[in-house]
């Protein structure tokens, strides 16, 4: 099975600690963030493409170093923005169906990544607090569309999906001029019947605080 890890961002919600540092090799805990990503999909698949862009030199030098270097491999991103673009770079890479796309700058664990497997096509979900962005909707298990939050906590889109080689004939759909949004784009195919799986591992890594809460959440796992 084939992975691609997204880890083009900039991060600015998190400078200063960006300035220099690419947001997945901020560290938080024992490891940076792409190192939980990797250590949680790596029990399920044998390729991994990570897709880079910002400080993309770091990323390529701390994947060489790793013990399991063979298995990934780096690709910067192309013209196309967004996190729709960053798919589509790895397009000519991905050989096998279902596989996974996650954000290489989030906290995960390996039992959601095993779920998300099992459902394919799929779409993790969690309740979350993130203002701006939208609400996800359900119906019979399966995605049905988004809408405007109607309160702070709501179910929201992970960013990590299982997902199947038709969906790169899909039509982007861009956010702004230059950046195309991977939910945005799927959410925008309701024949493409993604299965909504709810996680409760997935931790987003927006802002200084989310990065502050992480690391007490992990110090208190090491107790």
Known sequence: MQAVILAAGKGTRLKPLTDNTPKPLLRVGKEVLLEYILRAVEPFVDDITV????????????????????????????????TWGALVSAREFIKDEPFLVLNGDDYIEAFDVETLIARAPSCGLQQATMPGYEEILIEKEMVSGWQPRRGDTALSATGMYALT?????????????TEAGLPHTLFAHPEYALRAVLTTSWVRVNTHEELAALKVMLAQKDM
Do not use: D, H, W
Request: negative net charge; contains cysteine; aromatic residues 12%.
């Open 165 to 177: 080689k038709e969906v790169f004939e899909f039509e982007p759909v861009f956010m702004n001029e």
């Open 51 to 82: 897709i880079t862009g910002y400080c993309e030199e770091q990323v390529c030098a701390y994947i060489e170093k790793r013990k399991n270097a063979g298995s990934v491999r780096c690709v910067g991103q192309g013209s196309l923005g967004g």
